[in-house]
């Protein structure tokens, strides 16, 4: 500790003392430690949050500060203990909040809920039963859902968006590329069940990286750099190898087509419709089926990353209501998933969100012929990655996932907004008697 920091904090306490007879003096330590104190809410609860919690703060403050104890730590500590109180006890708001849209079906949602718990809550236990409540009231939304009458065709359209690391040594510039894609499933074996994407627009990350592409010449296709197609992993691209990184919009094109009658893969197994629509509608039992098909990614992240990222894909499959009710509650279930609340998505939807956060070793992987080591290179020795799915209120089927660095190495910078650099973007899967659109020939 400082001699100057030591004399502020005496000061504190006498400015606390003094108030007691002059209740004004109390505005001194009001304007030392509010800013310090709103940061601190902010950061966890969102902007609006705080302004609510940290004023509370201060009122209590000052209506118990004839109980402060100089003798028991500083008012800074003091302070930081009254606002920890009051920040539990909006995680317990939140909490009752998401109980009560639980036992109602999320039906009922007064005008403006949306915007006042629209902020990430702290990691924590009550961050932990907040997800809880979120993924249970998903599982009773899933649970009441039609079943729709089988087709010929299953489709799972979606927008996938990445962030790619481009340019030559010295002058790296970061953009986005944002692909359409969707993903045929038929339930005749004579029809094949393609995945089909069509490259929309790639853009700067931010102004500060289009100044860098300018400088580059304005390139409209980087040759060495794959267009990826699909959400990233953790640590690793999805098939960027495929196509290299244009500017122009591309034609729809098929990167993988399977025929047979199994077009549903679950863990490490495809599965037919009816095979799908016999899964067990128990969450340990799907736990065990999922977490097969980790063998092959186990090197990459653990397996509460795995699941999180992989029971996405299978929600969106037509699985019966139960099985989609127990995935969710499979989610519930999983270690350190955390409830963020309402929240809007990278394509403007509102939904509720739950995150897994873990930190990694060799991140930002990406495929780059240009790179002069391998083709996969980590852009970073280490980060801390946010895994964040959002469900919609009104069928409890996933919005959206999204990938946000939430630390890097000292001195590294993320230029994108948030620290993302994956997202897809879910839309409305459906059955269809429809021929399948067929990529142009070459």
Not at 187 to 192: H, K, S, V
Request: aromatic share 10%.
């Amino acid at each position: 500790m400082t001699a100057i920091s030591a004399r502020r904090w005496d000061d504190d306490a006498q400015q606390v003392e003094l108030s007691l007879r002059e209740p004004e003096r109390f505005g001194v330590v009001f304007d030392r430690h509010f800013a310090e104190i709103h940061g601190y809410v902010a950061r966890r609860l969102g902007r609006d949050a705080a302004d609510d919690v940290a004023a509370e703060t201060f009122l209590t403050a000052f209506g118990s500060r004839r109980r402060f104890d100089p003798g028991r730590g500083t008012v800074r500590a003091w302070l930081y203990g009254i606002v920890t109180n009051h920040m539990s006890g909006y995680h317990r708001q939140e909490v009752r909040a998401y109980r009560t849209l639980a036992l109602a079906g999320l039906q009922g949602v007064e005008e403006g809920h949306a915007d006042r718990v629209a902020a990430r809550v702290d990691a924590g236990a009550a961050g932990r039963e907040l997800a809880g409540a979120i993924l249970l009231t998903a599982a009773r939304t899933a649970a009441r859902a039609a079943q729709p009458a089988p087709e010929r065709y299953y489709v799972t359209p979606g927008i996938v968006g990445n962030f790619v690391r481009v340019g030559p040594p010295g002058n790296r510039y970061l953009v986005l590329e944002v692909v359409n894609r969707q993903d045929w499933a038929a339930t005749d074996p004579r029809d094949g069940s393609p995945d089909l994407s069509q490259a929309r627009y790639v853009q700067a990350a931010s102004p500060a990286d289009e100044a860098a592409w300018r400088r580059d010449g304005s390139p409209g296709v980087w040759k060495g750099v794959g267009q990826e197609t699909g959400l990233a992993d953790p640590l690793t691209p999805s098939d960027g190898w495929l196509f290299p990184l244009s500017l122009a919009s591309g034609k729809l094109t098929a990167g993988s087509a399977g025929y047979g009658a199994q077009p549903f893969i679950v863990g490490d197994k495809s599965l037919s419709l009816r095979q799908l629509r016999a899964l067990p509608a128990n969450p340990a039992k799907l736990k065990t089926l999922l977490l097969a098909g980790w063998a092959d990614y186990s090197e990459v992240g653990s397996a509460t990353s795995y699941l999180f990222q992989t029971v996405p894909a299978v929600l969106e499959m037509p699985v019966t209501p139960a099985v989609r009710s127990a995935l969710y509650k499979l989610l519930a279930s999983l270690a350190g998933v955390q409830g963020i609340g309402a929240i809007t998505d990278v394509a403007g939807q509102q939904g509720t969100a739950v995150a897994y956060t873990a930190r990694y070793s060799g991140c930002g992987q990406q495929f780059d012929l240009t790179s002069p080591g391998p083709p996969f290179p980590a852009l970073f020795s280490s980060c801390t990655i946010e895994q964040v799915l959002i469900i919609g209120p009104g069928d409890g089927m996933p919005l959206a996932e999204e990938l946000r660095y939430t630390q890097l190495p000292a001195g590294q910078h993320w230029s994108a907004p948030d620290g993302l650099f994956s997202y897809e973007v879910f839309g409305s899967p459906y059955w269809t008697n429809h021929d399948r659109p067929s990529p142009p020939k070459n």
